[in-house]
């Protein structure tokens, strides 16, 4: 099936034509009323359910990855693969040298997968592997999609792929576009207490707007570079529309929490993001402990943030930027 942001040839469509595609969609939609909470969760599922079951039924004979963190969305994306009686393999990566901590999205991603009975590969990389990693990387990404945020998450789609190919994996799904539509990253947050949830229901589609120049480009550069199929559910036309009629006081709740981290993995009480998501994983057979996973950004989860942080510093450089901007870009 091909997404949205893809021309007849897999290619990435123009920005304006990504723009086009989200405006004609939330000039459409407009948002619901709080009244009927347990019927959009219930519809929700429904739409998701159907958005994973599109990409598996398109006649694709491809083996399947799931690019998996251990996270509420490519756990919720692996169950519904499952349920389906596809055959599959979760492929997580992360960055550990020597005595050092063992990534979070490792921890998680191996207890999630035993539980839930995934086929599951975890790529571990020391510090000399991830500095060959990142010089891939930013080889793939070239000078103009260079930085400090591409390179610590696209490097884990790239070794998760590298991986993959070993053992024929052609096609992978990803849980790119949950954030936006279900209010998960911090800025959100902020909108709600700038603005109310009008201001949260307009940061959602300003931030799926903007997903081309953060997101798309940078995995799609990664997915031709490989020659793969990157399937990305919560982006599915159909699903986007409706998610964007959800009341957005369904996505943030202001009077559930739990106990996150911040910068330096301080423990810090935080709201509860992408509520109605998570309360549709539940109905759809995910374990609450599984649905409810407090989920960090891919960067800081691998901990492949902490691998640039640390080269840099190895190598003299007094940021990473300076670090990356050092590694041969073609």
């Not at 992408?274 to 599984?290: N, Q, S």
Request: hydrophobic share 40%.
């Amino acid at each position: 099936m091909r997404e949205a942001y893809q021309l007849e040839d897999g290619g990435l469509c123009g920005e304006e034509s990504w723009k086009s595609f989200v405006k004609g969609i939330s000039r459409t939609s407009r948002t619901g009323t709080l009244s009927h909470h347990d019927d959009a969760v219930r519809e929700l599922g429904l739409f998701l359910k159907r958005a994973v079951e599109r990409r598996i039924s398109n006649g694709t004979s491809a083996r399947i990855g799931v690019l998996f963190s251990g996270g509420v969305d490519s756990t919720l994306i692996a169950l519904l693969l499952k349920k389906a009686g596809v055959e599959f393999t979760c492929i997580t990566v992360g960055f550990q040298d020597g005595n050092a901590k063992t990534p979070e999205d490792v921890v998680e991603s191996e207890r999630i997968a035993k539980e839930l009975g995934f086929d599951h590969v975890v790529v571990l990389l020391n510090l000399e592997e991830v500095a060959a990693l990142f010089k891939r990387t930013v080889k793939i990404l070239g000078p103009e999609l260079t930085n400090v945020v591409n390179v610590g998450v696209g490097s884990v789609a790239v070794a998760a792929i590298e991986n993959g190919r070993e053992h024929g994996i052609t096609h992978y799904f990803g849980g790119l576009g949950s954030e936006e539509l279900f209010a998960g990253y911090d800025r959100h947050e902020k909108a709600l207490e700038a603005g109310g949830y009008a201001k949260l229901h307009d940061e959602c589609i300003a931030g799926l707007e903007s997903m081309y120049a953060r997101d798309l480009r940078r995995d799609a550069a990664i997915a031709k570079a490989y020659g793969v199929t990157v399937s990305t559910p919560f982006l599915d036309e159909e699903l986007v529309r409706y998610s964007l009629t959800i009341p957005p006081e369904l996505k943030i709740s202001t009077t559930k929490t739990f106990t996150g981290r911040s910068r330096g993995d301080i423990p810090v009480e935080k709201t509860v993001k992408k509520l109605i998501l998570r309360e549709a994983a539940v109905t759809l057979g995910l374990p609450e402990d599984a649905a409810y996973r407090p989920k960090r950004a891919a960067q800081y989860g691998s901990r492949t943030n902490n691998a640039l942080t640390t080269l840099a510093a190895k190598r003299g450089y007094e940021c990473k930027d300076e670090y990356l901007k050092g590694l041969p870009r073609v």
